[in-house]
C-alpha cells in the first residue's frame, strides 16, 4: 500500500475513534469554547479533511493498492499545501494581499492612479503657459509666466506632499481631491487671461485648492505635521486671499499682488516649521519624477499645437523630429539614474533633515527644470511654424535659453544630493546658449539640429563620467 493510502488507513481510524469518543459530550450540549474536547474536534476536523483532499489527489490510473510515483507524490505534496490553504480559509485566517498604494499597512506605497488622475491636470497647465509665453513673447509675457508659474507650482506641488502624509485611501479624501483637481482646472483655463479678465476665475479658483489642502492635511494623525501646519496653513490662506485680491485689482496693484503672493510662498519654509514634515522618501520622489515627466511630455505637445493644421513639408517634419529628440534628451539628463540617487541620498539623511532636501531639491530646483521646460515648449511651438526663416529673438531665446536653465537646475539638483558629477551640465548650460544665434541668423531648424547635437554628446559624456565615479567611489 502506498505511503498516503497507509496514513489514509491510520489516520482515519484515529480520527474516527477521536470523534466516538466525544460523542457523548456532544450529545449533552456539546464542550463549552475554549474546552480541551473542542480544540480534540476541531483537530479531527481538519485531520479528516486534510485526508480526504490526499485521497481525492491521487492521479487516475493509481489505485491505492498500487505503489507511488514520483508524479503522485509531487500530487499528493500539491494536495496536502491544498489542504492547508484551504483549512487556513475556513478558519479564517486568510493571508494577506500584497500591499496596494491604498493598503493601510503599506509602508511605502507607490503612486495611486488617483495621484496620476490629478497630475493630468498639470499637462493642461503647461500646456496653458506655453500658450502664454508664446502669444506674449516678450519680457512682459516672460515675467507673467514667471509669477503665475511660481504661485501655481507652489500649490501643486503642495499637494505631492498632501498625498505623502494622507495617502487617498478613504473614499472622502479621494472626493476632495477630485474638488482639488476642478479646481487646478479652473485655475489653468483663467492662465492666459490671468492678468485680465481671467483674475478672479484665477483667485477663485487658486482659493478653493487651499482650502482642500489645507482641510485634507488636517486629516493626517501625525502631530508633527498637524503642527507644522499652524504656520504653513494660514501662510497659504493669505497667499490665496492676495491672488482673489489681484483678481480685483488693475495695473501696477495685480502685479504687485501676485509678486508678494510668490515670495512669500517661496520664504514660507524657511519661517515654518518644515522639518517637522515626515517624508516617505520612495513615494515622493516617484511622484516628482512623474510630474516632471508629464512636463516634459508637454513640450512634445507643444510641436503638434504648433503645426495645427499647416502643411508637412520634409522640413517641417524634421524639426518636429527634432524637436522630439530635445525632448527625448531632456529625458534622458534626468532619468538616467539622478532620481535613484536622490532617492538614496535622502534615505540616507537623517529624518529630520529630509523635508529640507525636498523642499529644496523638489521645491526651488524644480522651478527652473519646469520653468526651463516650459521655455522650451514655447520656442518649439513658434520654431515649427517658421522652420525655413530666421527665428525671431524670442524663438531663439526660448529655446536656447530653456535647456540653459534646465541643466542649471539638473547641476543644482546633483550639487545638493551629492549625486554625480556636474562639469558635463555646466558645460551643456553654457554651450547651447551662443546656438540662439544660429536660429537668428539662419533657421529654428539649424539651431534645434545644433541643440540636440550638444544635448546627445552631453549625455552620453556624463553617462560615462558618472559611471566612471561610481565604479572609483
Known sequence: MSACAAASSSGMRASLASCAALAPSISVGGPETGSPR???IKESRSRLRQLAMCAMSRPAGHPPGKSGSVAASATNRRSVSRSDSSSEVISGAVKPTIPSPYSGNSAEPRVSSLELFFDLV??????QLTSLLAREATVTGLL???LIFGNVWWMYGGYAWLTNAVPPRELGIRLL???????FLMIALAIPTAFGAGGIAFGVGYMVVTLVHTGVFMRTSQQSVIQALTVLGPSNLFTAVLLLAAGFANGGLRWALFAVAFVLHWVTPYFGRTGMFRIRVGHFVERHGLILLIAIGESVVAVGIGLGTAAL???RIITALLGLALAASLWWLYFNGDEERAQQAMERAPE???PWLAVQGFGYIFLPLLGGIVLVAAGMKLGVVGYDEPATVATALFLAGGVSVYAIGLVLFRWLFHSGPISVRLAIAALVLPTALIGIAVTPLAQLAV???ILIAG???????????TLLA
Open 38 to 40: 473542542l480544540t480534540s
Open 122 to 127: 498639470f499637462v493642461f497647465t503647461i500646456t
Open 144 to 146: 507673467q509666466t514667471l
Open 177 to 183: 481631491l477630485l474638488v482639488g483637481m476642478s479646481a
Open 313 to 315: 513639408p520634409a522640413g
Open 352 to 354: 529630520e533633515r529630509r
Open 451 to 453: 541643440v540636440v547635437a
Open 459 to 469: 549625455a552620453a559624456a556624463d553617462a560615462a563620467l558618472t559611471k566612471r565615479q
